[in-house]
C-alpha cells in the first residue's frame, strides 16, 4: 500500500533545528493493521501526518499505491487523500457549527456524493458506531467518547482504503477506549488498512504489527501472530 | 507595575503587526478628521482679534421679516442712516463707522487699474488699529486721502514713495495717498469673508464718496447691501446685548411701518464671528455640519477599532481563561487591555498629527488661509481626546475578554465569536451602509458635473474671448469704432456686444403678458440686451423668423419705442400661452407693471424670431423664458469669435486696438472658457471635498473590512484545517467564507441602495439638465463595494486553506 524510503522530516524553528524523523524505511501492505508507539515528542503525530499527506518530508521518498507522492502539490495530494483516507484524531476535531450528522456527512460532501446517497450511508454508518440517535446534536453536547464515536464514523462514511488515527482512545475512559479499539478491529477484518499512534500497550495488542519510534528512528518492529 | 503594562501592551503591538497598523493607520484617519474639523472650526470662529479693541468692535446688521421672502435670513449691515441716528441718539458708544464697497478704475500717470475700495466713516480708524507703515490713522481726516496697503502701494507706485502721490478715479476724481498699513493679516474678515469677494486693500474717506459719486452722508432707509458693514466700538463696561437693545430702541423710533414690516430688527455681532456671517444668513450651518461630521468620522474609525479589537481579544479568549484559572484578577486584566488600546490610541494620535502637519500647508496654500495647530493651546484637549477615544473604543473588548469564564474560554469554541458577531456583523454593515453611500454621491456628482460640462457646449466657447466692462458712457461712444477696428484683424470671425454672455450668474428680467396690461396673467422674462451679430458669434439656431437687422428701425430701441422687435425662445411663447414658433412670428405681447408710474412707457414687443432653449445661464440653471432685444446704451461686454490659428499674434492685435480706440482704460480680457470655468469651480471644489470624504470613508470602511476578514478566516482557521482533511478543496473553502461574509454586506445593500437613490434624486433635482442613470451609477457602486469586499476576504481564505492542512490544525 505505501512504501517510505529514507524519509526524512526537519523543523526549523527561528533558534533551532528538530529532526523529528530521520531516515524511516517502512514498508506497510494493504489491509495491515498497524501501530506506531514510542516516547512522547519521539515523531509519531508526524509521521502520521506525513503518511496522511498532511504535511511533506523534508527528504526521502513516500510511495502510495505505486506513485511517489513526496513532491505532489497540495491539490494532488488533497485529491489522493479523499479518496483514499480516513482521519481519526486524538481532540476529535469536530466542527462545532456543525451537527453531528453534518459533520460526517462532510467527508462525502467533498468527494461529490450525491445528496440522497450521502444521507443514507452517514445515516448506516452513525447506526454502525451506535450513535445514531443523536445525529441532530451538536457536538458540545456529546461527550468525549461519543464525540469520538462521531469522528470514527466520519473517518469511515467514505469507505477509505486506509484509516489514519492519532491517539484515538488518548482523551477517553477505558471502557470507551476499549470499543473504539474494536471498532477499529472489524474495520479491519473488514478489509480497511489501519495505521495507528497510541501510548497503551493493550491497545497496540489489537495490532498485528508495532512500530517502535525513537528520536525520530525506527527501532523495534514486531509482528503479532494471528489469532 | 504601569510600566510593566505599557510594555505588554507595546510587545503586542509589535507582534501583530499587521493589525496593528490597520488599527493605528483607521483611528489615526479618524481623529486627523476630527481634530482637523475642530481647528478649522476654531479658526473661523476667531478671526480678527489682533486687533488690539478685537473684544469691544461689534457690528449691527438686520433680520428680514419670514414675509419679504428674499431667500435670505437677513444681512450683515443696517440702514445708511441708522449709524448717524445711533451717533447721535446713543451718546455712549465710542465710535461708529460705515462702509461702502466700490470699485472704480484707478489711473496713475498712464496705468490703469480696476481696484475695489472700501469708502468708510473716518472713525473706522479708531476703530481698528491698522499697522501704519506710513501716515497714521488721522489719514481719512483730508476728504480726499486714501489708505493703501503695503502691498497695493508696490503694484501701483513700484520703487516709490507711495505718500502723497495722486490716484485718479474713472479719470474724473483725484484721492491722495495719505498712508499705507501693512497687509492686514488672512484671518481677518476683510478679507476671508465669503460676502467681501475682494480683500480689503484701499480705504478712502466716505466723504470722497460723497464728492464722486453723491453718496448721501445723511443715509437713507433704501439701501442694504451684503459686505457694507457698520462696525461700533463700545466701551468696556458695555457689551453686546446692550448694544442690540439700544439699536433696536432706535431703529423702533425711527423706522417707518412700511420699512419694519420688511425688515423686523437688528442684531449685533462681535467681531470675531463677521467672517462667517453669509453662513448665517443664509442659514447654511456649515462649520456645525464639519464639526458633526468629523465626529462622526471619528466615530466610525472608533467603531472600526472596537470591531477589529473584539475580534483580536476573543482570539486570546484561550490565553484569558488560561490566566484566569492561574488566578489573574479581573482588575489586572481589564486594565492590561485598556492600556493596550489607549497605547493604540496614542500611538494613532501621533500619526493623525504627522498627518495634519503635512496637509494643514497644502490646505492653507489653496485656501489662503493661516490654520495652524498650536500644541501649546491644543495639548490638553489632544490628550484628553486620545485617552477618552482609547478607553471608550478599548472597553467592549476588554468587556467581553474579561467576561470569559475559564471554562468557555479553554473549551476555545469563543474564538469563534457567536455572542459578538451580531454586533461585529452590524457594525460592518452600518460602515457599508455608508461607503456605498458616499461612492454612489461621488458617482452622481461627478457625472452630472461633467453633463454641465458637456451640454456647455453647445456655444463655441473656447474660440469666444469677451472684452468687459464697456457699460462706461466713453467706452459706449467708442463701440462702433472698436468693432470696426477689431472685424478688420485676420482671423477674427465676428464681434458683437451684449449686456452679459452666456455663464454670466445675473438675471434681468421683468414682467410680460400675452394681452396688454393683464399684470395678473404675468410671467417673468429674462432679457439680454444683444447687438446685431450676436446669434452668429454664438452658433444660435432660429426656429423660426430672422435675425435682427440694422436696415429695420424697430428691432433698435430707443429713448422713446413703444414698440420694439425681439428674437423670443420656446420657452417664453409656451409661458405666454402664444402659438409654437412656427406660428409665433410677427405675435405681439406686452411689458406689465403693477402701478405703472406716470410717464414710464410700458413697451409691446412684436416676436421677429423664435430660438431654440438655450441654458445661457448654464450649469444648474434651469433654461428661463428669454427674449433678446437690440439697445446700445447697455452693452457690457463685447465677444470675439476667433477662428485664426495664430491665437496668440491675434490677441496682440486686439490689445493694440483696444490701446489705440480707448487708451484710457485697461482692456479686461476674458476667455468665455475661463469664465466657464470659474463658475464651475464651485461644482469642482465640491467634487474634491465629497471625492475626499468618500475616501476616507471607504478607506475606513475597507481597512475594518480587511482587519475582519482576517480574523473571521483566522478564528475559522481550524475549521478550514478539518475541511481540508475532509477533501474540500481551495476554492470550496473559499466560496463558503464569501458567502457567510457577504450576509452583513448584503444587507448592508438594501439599506444603503435606496438611501443613494433618494440623496441622488434631491441633488439632481437642482439641476436643469439631469444625468439619465443614477441608478446604474448607485448599482454600480454596490457592485464595486462588494466585489472588493469579497476579493479581501477570498485573498485572507485563500492563504490560510492553500497551506498544508497540518497548519491549520494545529493553530490555535
Ligand atoms: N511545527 C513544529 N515546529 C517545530 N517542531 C515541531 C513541530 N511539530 C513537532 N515538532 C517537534 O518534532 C518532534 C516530534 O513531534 P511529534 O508531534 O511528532 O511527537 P509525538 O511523538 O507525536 O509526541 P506525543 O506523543 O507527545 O504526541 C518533537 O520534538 C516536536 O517538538
Ligand atoms: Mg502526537
Known amino acids: 500500500m505505501l512504501k517510505l524510503n529514507n524519509l526524512c522530516k526537519v523543523y526549523q524553528t527561528e533558534e533551532v533545528e528538530t529532526t523529528a524523523l530521520d531516515n524511516i524505511n517502512i514498508d506497510i501492505e494493504k489491509g495491515e493493521f498497524v501501530a506506531i508507539m514510542g516516547p512522547s515528542g519521539c515523531g509519531k503525530s508526524t509521521l502520521l501526518n506525513i503518511i496522511g499527506m498532511l504535511d511533506s518530508p523534508t527528504s526521502g521518498e513516500y510511495h502510495f499505491l505505486g506513485d511517489e507522492i513526496a513532491h505532489a502539490n497540495e491539490k494532488q495530494l488533497a485529491n489522493i487523500r479523499k479518496k483514499n483516507i480516513g482521519f481519526i484524531f486524538q481532540s476529535f476535531n469536530l466542527i462545532e457549527e456543525l451537527t453531528v450528522f453534518e459533520n460526517v456527512e462532510l467527508a462525502l460532501l467533498y468527494n461529490d456524493v450525491p445528496s440522497k446517497e450521502r444521507k443514507e450511508r452517514v445515516t448506516r454508518v452513525l447506526d454502525k458506531v451506535g450513535i445514531a440517535h443523536r445525529a441532530k446534536h451538536m457536538p458540545s453536547q456529546l461527550s468525549g467518547g461519543q464525540q469520538q464515536r462521531v469522528a470514527v464514523a466520519r473517518a469511515l462514511v467514505a469507505e477509505p482504503a486506509m484509516i489514519l488515527a492519532d491517539e484515538p482512545t488518548g482523551n477517553l475512559d477505558r471502557a470507551q477506549g476499549e470499543e473504539v479499539m474494536d471498532m477499529l478491529k472489524k474495520l479491519n477484518e473488514e478489509g480497511s488498512t489501519i495505521i495507528m499512534v497510541t501510548h497503551s500497550p493493550s491497545h497496540a495488542d489489537y495490532a498485528r504489527r508495532t512500530i517502535n519510534l525513537f528520536d525520530g528512528q525506527v527501532v523495534t518492529e514486531m509482528y503479532r501472530a494471528a489469532e | ?812
Open chain 2, 1 to 812: 507595575m504601569f510600566k510593566n503594562y505599557i510594555l505588554i501592551a507595546l510587545r503586542n503591538l509589535m507582534r501583530n503587526k499587521t493589525y496593528s497598523l490597520i488599527n493605528i493607520g483607521g483611528l489615526a484617519l479618524g481623529m486627523a478628521v476630527f481634530v482637523f474639523a475642530n481647528v478649522l472650526a476654531q479658526y473661523e470662529r476667531n478671526h480678527d482679534i489682533f486687533f488690539e479693541k478685537s473684544d469691544r468692535i461689534y457690528t449691527l446688521g438686520s433680520v428680514f421679516s419670514p414675509t419679504a421672502n428674499i431667500g435670505v435670513k437677513g444681512t450683515d449691515g443696517i440702514y445708511t442712516t441708522m449709524a448717524p441716528l445711533l451717533k447721535a441718539d446713543l451718546p455712549d458708544i465710542e465710535a461708529i463707522a460705515r462702509t461702502v464697497q466700490r470699485e472704480y478704475l484707478l489711473t496713475m500717470g498712464d496705468r490703469n487699474f480696476y481696484q475695489g475700495i472700501k469708502f468708510v466713516d473716518k472713525s473706522l480708524l479708531k476703530i481698528f488699529d491698522f499697522d501704519y507703515l506710513a501716515g497714521n490713522n488721522t489719514a481719512l481726516d483730508d476728504p480726499s486721502g486714501i489708505i493703501l496697503t503695503e502691498s497695493l502701494a508696490k503694484k501701483f507706485f513700484p520703487g516709490q514713495n507711495a505718500i502723497g502721490q495722486v490716484l485718479s478715479l474713472d479719470h474724473k476724481n483725484d484721492l491722495r495717498v495719505t498712508a499705507v498699513i501693512r497687509d492686514i493679516p488672512k484671518n481677518s474678515h476683510f478679507i476671508s469673508s465669503l460676502i467681501i469677494n475682494e480683500p480689503l486693500e484701499a480705504i478712502a474717506p466716505l466723504k470722497a464718496l460723497n464728492k464722486i459719486a453723491d453718496y448721501d452722508l445723511a443715509g437713507n432707509w433704501n439701501n442694504l447691501s451684503m459686505g457694507n458693514s457698520t462696525y461700533v466700538l463700545l466701551p468696556a463696561h458695555l457689551d453686546r446685548q446692550w448694544l442690540e437693545q439700544q439699536a433696536n430702541d432706535v431703529f423702533e423710533r425711527h423706522a417707518s411701518e412700511s420699512i419694519k414690516k420688511f425688515t423686523t430688527h437688528l442684531v449685533s455681532r462681535k467681531i470675531e464671528g463677521m467672517n462667517l456671517v453669509l453662513w448665517e444668513v443664509t442659514g447654511m450651518p456649515v462649520l456645525e455640519s464639519m464639526v458633526v461630521l468629523g465626529f462622526l468620522v471619528l466615530i466610525i474609525a472608533g467603531l472600526n477599532y472596537t470591531n477589529l479589537a473584539t475580534a483580536q481579544a476573543l482570539g486570546r479568549a484561550k490565553e484569558v481563561g488560561l490566566r484566569k484559572t492561574m488566578g489573574a484578577n479581573m482588575g489586572q486584566l481589564l486594565t492590561q487591555f485598556l492600556v493596550e488600546s489607549v497605547a493604540t490610541a496614542f500611538l494613532a494620535m501621533l500619526v493623525a498629527l504627522a498627518i495634519l502637519e503635512i496637509l494643514i500647508p497644502i490646505f492653507n496654500d489653496s485656501l489662503g488661509k493661516i490654520l495652524t495647530l498650536d500644541y501649546l493651546t491644543l495639548l490638553p484637549s489632544l490628550f484628553g481626546l486620545t485617552l477618552l477615544v482609547g478607553l471608550i473604543a478599548g472597553s467592549y473588548p476588554a468587556y467581553i475578554i474579561t467576561r470569559v469564564r475559564p471554562v468557555d474560554a479553554l473549551k476555545e469554541s469563543l474564538s469563534r465569536g457567536s455572542k459578538g458577531s451580531m454586533v461585529r456583523s452590524i457594525m460592518i454593515g452600518a460602515q457599508f451602509v455608508f461607503s456605498v453611500f458616499m461612492m454612489a454621491m461621488v458617482a452622481v456628482v461627478f457625472f452630472q458635473n461633467e453633463k454641465v460640462k458637456e451640454s456647455s457646449e453647445i456655444f463655441p466657447k473656447s474660440q469666444i474671448v469677451t472684452l468687459e466692462r464697456l457699460g462706461v458712457e466713453d467706452l459706449l461712444a467708442r463701440n462702433e469704432t472698436l468693432k470696426q477696428e477689431i472685424s478688420a484683424i485676420s482671423g477674427i470671425e465676428w464681434v458683437t456686444f451684449s449686456s452679459q454672455v452666456p455663464f454670466d450668474q445675473s438675471n434681468s428680467a421683468f414682467a410680460a403678458s400675452k394681452n396688454s396690461g393683464d399684470f395678473a396673467g404675468k410671467i417673468i422674462i429674462n432679457q439680454i440686451i444683444v447687438e446685431y451679430d450676436f446669434l452668429k458669434t454664438y452658433n444660435i439656431p432660429l426656429l423660426s423668423g430672422r435675425d435682427f437687422s440694422r436696415d429695420i428701425a424697430n428691432d433698435l430701441q430707443k429713448e422713446d419705442s413703444e414698440v420694439l422687435n425681439v428674437i423670443v425662445n420656446e420657452l417664453a411663447l409656451k409661458k405666454l400661452g402664444l402659438p409654437t414658433y412656427k406660428d409665433a412670428i410677427n405675435k405681439v405681447f406686452h411689458e406689465v407693471a403693477e402701478n405703472p408710474k406716470e410717464g414710464r412707457i410700458l413697451k409691446s414687443f412684436v416676436i421677429v424670431g423664435v430660438m431654440a432653449d438655450q441654458n445661457f445661464l448654464g450649469l444648474h440653471n434651469s433654461v428661463k423664458p428669454l427674449i433678446f432685444q437690440v439697445n446700445p446704451k447697455y452693452y457690457q461686454t463685447a465677444s470675439i469669435r476667433i477662428m485664426g490659428l495664430n491665437f496668440t499674434q491675434t490677441m496682440a492685435k486686439i490689445e493694440a486696438v483696444w490701446k489705440k480706440v480707448n487708451p484710457d482704460y485697461p482692456i479686461q480680457v476674458q476667455f468665455l472658457d475661463a469664465l466657464f470655468e470659474d463658475v464651475f469651480k464651485i461644482y469642482k471644489s465640491m467634487n474634491i471635498a465629497l471625492a475626499g470624504f468618500a475616501v476616507m470613508a471607504l478607506t475606513l470602511a475597507f481597512i475594518g473590512l480587511f482587519g475582519l476578514a482576517a480574523f473571521m478566516a483566522a478564528g475559522r482557521t481550524k475549521e478550514i484545517g478539518i475541511r481540508k482533511v475532509m477533501g474540500a478543496e481551495t476554492y470550496q473553502i473559499v466560496t463558503l467564507l464569501i458567502w457567510q461574509f457577504s450576509r452583513p454586506v448584503l444587507w448592508a445593500l438594501v439599506v444603503a441602495l435606496p438611501m443613494s437613490y433618494f440623496a441622488s434624486d434631491a441633488y439632481l433635482n437642482f439641476f436643469a439638465e439631469r444625468i439619465k442613470l443614477p441608478i446604474i451609477l448607485i448599482a454600480g457602486s454596490g457592485l464595486i463595494a462588494v466585489m472588493l469586499s469579497w476579493v479581501i476576504v477570498s485573498a485572507h481564505a485563500y492563504r490560510v486553506s492553500s497551506r498544508k492542512p497540518i497548519h491549520a490544525l494545529r493553530y490555535e
